[in-house]
């Protein structure tokens, strides 16, 4: 199986890419491709651990249930019932 690289820009930042870290082209391109995939992994790790942590804080919180529909609590809230 191979990779067909059609753009000069992409080409030549891969030849840098292996001639500054002493790796074949194959090489280069499988080490870039796995820290991304790992930059992605983390990224997505922090994002879910924010909301995690969003959840807690807002579990927090009691719930109020005073029977109004969402119409009429805002019609309520602005002075409109």
């Given at each position: 199986?191979?990779?067909?690289?059609?753009?000069?820009k992409?080409?030549?930042?891969?030849r840098?890419?292996?001639?500054k870290?002493?790796k074949?082209?194959?090489?280069?391109?499988?080490?870039a491709?796995?820290?991304?995939?790992?930059?992605?992994?983390?990224?997505?790790?922090?994002?879910?651990?924010a909301?995690?942590?969003?959840?807690?804080?807002?579990?927090?919180?009691?719930?109020?249930?005073?029977?109004l529909?969402?119409?009429?609590f805002?019609?309520?809230?602005?002075?409109?019932?």
């Amino acid at each position: 199986m191979g990779i067909l690289v059609r753009d000069e820009k992409i080409d030549r930042q891969v030849r840098e890419l292996a001639a500054k870290s002493g790796k074949t082209l194959q090489g280069a391109i499988g080490q870039a491709v796995e820290n991304e995939l790992q930059r992605i992994d983390a990224r997505r790790e922090q994002v879910e651990k924010a909301f995690r942590r969003a959840q807690e804080r807002l579990t927090a919180f009691p719930v109020i249930d005073d029977g109004l529909s969402h119409k009429e609590f805002f019609d309520r809230e602005y002075g409109d019932a």
